[in-house]
């Protein structure tokens, strides 16, 4: 029952229906292959790829800026960086890995894999994710423009107030954080609806809540958390930017403006967002642990709720960032109590991932090792963030080393590793070629070398009492050894990534001269991994219209089911050969949605007027210009490309039901 | 064969799911418009994503202000300076929108176009002149020496009610862009949710709106 038989309603005269189409310079794009085809594209698969391939970018930007702080404080009184760049560096630097590389490697599995996961052919709004995509980019590229425009942000991530005020950051490098931030913060609120409506009304047939990947609940669970905590960032931010742009009064103490209230508006936002870049990674772990431990997941209900209570409780431990501000006893108490209890339901999900490897044929290939990787770091980072929550301890380790060994065990152990296994457990299925095991286990020792390296010595170094963010130490203190084990660890996990790189190009190489496809398009088998959610389903690398035929659901693990069933004493057994089941890819007759230009011109015109309000105001009246025109050639863009190949939906065929019966069937739905 | 996509229509349901054969697990058939799993339709759902979002936006600026709504080292406090009466009328003219909103729901729902436009043109001019008491209330105090950076209680207030302005400004261009649509024939009664669509932002303006005439201007 798809489009294929519709037939193109033909004028009284006999001859097909004329069509305008929109002229000039911006007349619809035709292409799907060559650059203009990835500048103007909506395909999901192709945006998430574009965001992956766009957070290695900054990735490699904020990764040199980590290796410019280990070369820094490698050895005391540092000369590398003065003071003042190393506020740049180390701001950078995180800002750049948390909204620039984890969250975007986040946004590019959900990007790629949700329609995939719940048997969509794209997500709710295709124009809108590359819109999302767009301000992404150009919100990054703006923030790390300040870099070249003189100064850039020297706050820290956090830009606590009054320390981001023009007073004592007289730059425009906070300025040009507040409109990086505030563009790529349109680009998660988008992203956030987009994938909230195509999880909730773009499954397919059969696909209740309850038979969703865990992955597809994490990301939506996480797609929540976006679009509550985004707006809290987002006024903060406007208030600051007020502050510094338009000498209003939010955080100067002179005229009465309070401090605190920047620490509550920015942690509101900031916890929240630490299970944004962490559940996404879960959601990976929790696809690849069944796969390589041949076991249906542990408890998969309970990896639904425990992910949903942490989204939940996330909203409420946010002053546990806040013990040294003075915020009062009763507040503390409050905070290390719910503090305390967010462990329960992340100890959940590690006890979960512990037992569904538990008595199964456990296989070791890449990804299976990186997700032990994040079960085991993620825990000792987990584990040191429960002592964060004994308040008195916390209030000796705020602002020490000890801090930072706690966040990257859980950002670069849990949320990075999580995702490098991803990209080894899903890059037959993007790209059509698998990477060279060997080397993606030279890699993970490496990674795993290296990061317990770097990080590991700073709980030691924090407990000596080294605090943080200061760009160097003397002699004496006892902190020369452990740094220097620190910096040499920083540049093992440089390696691992340069491991990373070369199997890449080396694995594509081999697949190229195998297949004997030149310079053409790689192809493998659909199930390398004997897979168990949908996307298996689908050939390597995924056709653009995804699903020949949607799949009617059945099951949880539904792809799985369709390969094996069990014998009467529970023994597995197969029912079909894989090829059977697959999909061949080859119906070419699928409405897709059209891709256009709109969304990269209105994206394109938010940077400038970002430099507008920095530095005048002809440039935010020329990003005007392109926003305004954006949005208007958005709105009048027929949907339906009138000379695109494929069919064209009947007229009429879209007859809307009375809204009535539409309400009664919403509460029908909605228990499923 | 050209087909015009609905004002909040960012990607129409015909090219994303049209060739998706969405049936209901128990083969309850929802037509082509409806083929949602949830039933709601992937625009409205979308509106009231977008308005849970918003909460937390006007949630943090109201916060700001409660924060900070005594705090002047100099210049008058902001409730030193409201006048009520004035507006409570400019509320209650807002709140009046609301009711031709939903008249002009009503409309198209039942096909009648020209009381559709009707209804519209007066929510936008019931919108304008809210916004025009807003700017003569502002200028008020101007006047009286209380601006945008006298002290943190301006700042916290201005801005307030400024966002909430530039939403309701939003909301006109809305309502203004349906009108146009209705007067060009483009606003069949089977678009009826686009402008229902455009209704749920109105509303969710208008009850912002209650909520900050009753923390800011009413409570002391």
Same mark, same amino acid.
């Not at chain 1, 013990?323 to 339901?345: D, N």
């Not at chain 1, 770091?377 to 963030?385: A, E, K, V």
């Not at chain 2, 304008?128 to 200028?139: D, H, K, M, N, P």
């Given at each position: ?32 292959t060559g650059w203009r085809s990835w ?36 050895? #005391? ?131 209740t809540m309850m038979k969703m990947p ?68 879960f959601g990976v772990v929790s696809e ?239 199930? #390398? ?144 | ?220």
């Amino acid at each position: 029952m798809s489009t294929t038989d519709a037939a193109l309603p033909a004028l009284p005269s006999g001859e097909p229906p004329r069509t305008t189409r929109p002229g000039g310079v911006f007349a619809r794009p035709q292409t799907d292959t060559g650059w203009r085809s990835w500048v103007t594209t909506v395909d999901h698969k192709k945006l998430g790829i574009m965001y992956g391939t766009a957070a290695l970018f900054f990735f490699v930007i904020g990764g040199g800026e980590a290796l410019l702080i280990r070369i820094q404080l490698a050895t #005391p009184n540092g000369k590398l960086l003065s003071a003042d760049l190393y506020n740049q560096v180390f701001t950078m630097h995180g800002t750049t890995m948390i909204f620039l590389v984890v969250m975007p490697i986040g946004a590019a599995f959900m990007n790629y894999l949700i329609p995939l996961q719940i048997g969509a052919r794209d997500v709710a709004f295709p124009r809108l994710n590359a819109f999302g995509f767009w301000c992404f980019l150009f919100g990054g590229v703006m923030l790390n423009s300040s870099w070249l425009l003189g100064h850039a942000p020297d706050g820290g991530w956090f830009n606590y107030a009054p320390n981001s005020g023009v007073i004592f950051s007289p730059t425009h490098g906070i300025d040009f954080w507040n409109m990086g931030l505030l563009i790529t913060g349109i680009a998660s609120l988008t992203g956030a609806i987009n994938l909230i409506v195509t999880v909730l009304n773009m499954r397919a047939p059969g696909m209740t809540m309850m038979k969703m990947p865990v992955f597809t609940w994490m990301a939506l669970v996480t797609q929540f958390l976006l679009l509550f905590a985004i707006p809290v960032l987002t006024s903060a931010q406007f208030l600051l930017m007020f502050d510094r742009l338009f000498g209003a009064n939010f955080f100067k103490t002179a005229q009465g403006g309070d401090p605190l209230l920047w620490e509550h508006l920015f942690w509101i936002f900031g916890h929240p967002e630490v299970y944004i870049m962490i559940l996404p990674a879960f959601g990976v772990v929790s696809e690849i642990i069944p796969v390589f431990a041949r076991k249906p997941l542990f408890g998969y209900p309970f990896m639904v709720f425990s992910g949903i209570a942490i989204g939940f409780m996330g909203w409420g431990v946010w002053a546990h960032h806040m013990f040294a501000s003075g915020i009062g006893p009763i507040s503390v108490a409050a905070f290390s109590m719910s503090t305390m209890f967010i462990a329960v339901p992340t100890g959940v999900k590690i006890l979960n991932w512990l037992a569904t490897m538990w008595g199964g044929k456990l296989k070791f290939s890449s990804p299976m090792l990186f997700s032990i990787g994040l079960v085991t770091m993620f825990t000792i980072g987990g584990l040191s963030g429960v002592t964060h929550a004994v308040a008195p301890a916390d209030t000796q380790q705020t602002d020490t080393y000890y801090i930072v060994a706690h966040f990257h065990y859980v950002l670069f152990g849990g949320a990075l590793f999580g995702f490098v296994g991803g990209w080894y457990f899903w890059w037959p299925k993007a790209f059509g070629y698998a990477l060279n095991d060997t080397l993606g286990k030279v890699h993970f020792w490496l990674m795993l070398i290296g990061f317990n390296l770097t990080f590991g010595p700073m709980h030691i170094l924090g407990l000596q009492g080294m605090p943080r963010r200061t760009y160097t130490y003397k002699n004496g203190y006892g902190f020369n050894f452990w740094n220097m084990v620190s910096t040499i660890g920083a540049f093992v996990i440089t390696v691992s990534f340069l491991v990373l790189a070369y199997n890449i190009l080396a694995s594509r190489r081999k697949a190229r001269k195998a297949q004997g496809v030149g310079t053409g398009r790689l192809t493998m088998a659909a199930d #390398p991994w004997d897979g168990r959610s949908l996307e298996w389903m689908l050939p390597s690398p995924t056709p653009a219209h995804n699903f020949d035929e949607v799949p009617v659901v059945r099951s949880l693990d539904e792809f799985w089911h369709r390969k094996y069933g069990e014998e009467e004493d529970g023994r597995l057994v197969r029912i079909a050969a894989t090829e059977d089941v697959v999909q061949k890819g080859t119906n070419t007759d699928v409405h897709l949605p059209s891709p256009s230009y709109w969304p990269i011109v209105l994206a394109f015109g938010l940077p400038f007027i970002g430099y507008g309000l920095i530095y005048s105001l002809w440039f935010a009246v020329l990003g005007g210009i392109c926003v305004v025109g954006g949005i208007y050639g958005w709105v009048m863009e027929p949907s339906v490309d009138p000379d695109a190949g494929h069919h064209d939906p009947e007229p009429g065929a879209t007859e809307p039901e009375p809204s009535g019966e539409a309400a009664a069937d919403e509460e029908a739905a909605l228990v499923d | 064969m050209r087909r015009l996509r609905s004002l909040t229509d960012i990607a129409a349901p015909s090219t994303t799911e049209a060739g998706i054969p969405v049936a209901v697990p128990d083969g309850e058939s929802h037509g082509l418009s409806h083929a949602t799993s949830t039933g709601i339709s992937n625009e409205k759902l979308a509106m009231w994503c977008f308005l849970g979002s918003e909460c937390l936006l006007f949630g943090g600026l109201i916060s700001t202000y409660l924060l900070y709504k005594d705090k002047a080292v100099r210049g008058p406090k902001p409730h030193e300076l409201y006048a009520i009466p004035f507006t409570s009328v400019s509320s209650f003219v807002l709140l009046m929108s609301s009711l031709t909103m939903v008249l002009a729901v009503s409309a198209i729902q039942r096909g009648d176009q020209r009381a559709l436009r009707a209804w519209i043109a007066t929510t936008a001019l019931l919108g304008a002149t809210f916004i025009s008491g807003q700017v003569y209330e502002f200028s008020v105090f101007l006047k009286e020496g209380m601006g945008f950076t006298t002290n943190a209680a301006s700042s916290a207030f201005f801005t307030l009610t400024g966002f909430h302005g530039v939403h309701v400004t939003i909301g006109i261009v809305m309502l203004l862009s349906v009108l146009v649509l209705s007067l060009r024939g483009r606003l069949p009664q089977e678009r009826a949710e686009a402008v229902e669509i455009v209704g749920l932002y109105w509303h969710f303006v208008d009850v912002v709106w209650i909520l900050i005439f009753t923390v800011v201007y009413l409570i002391k």
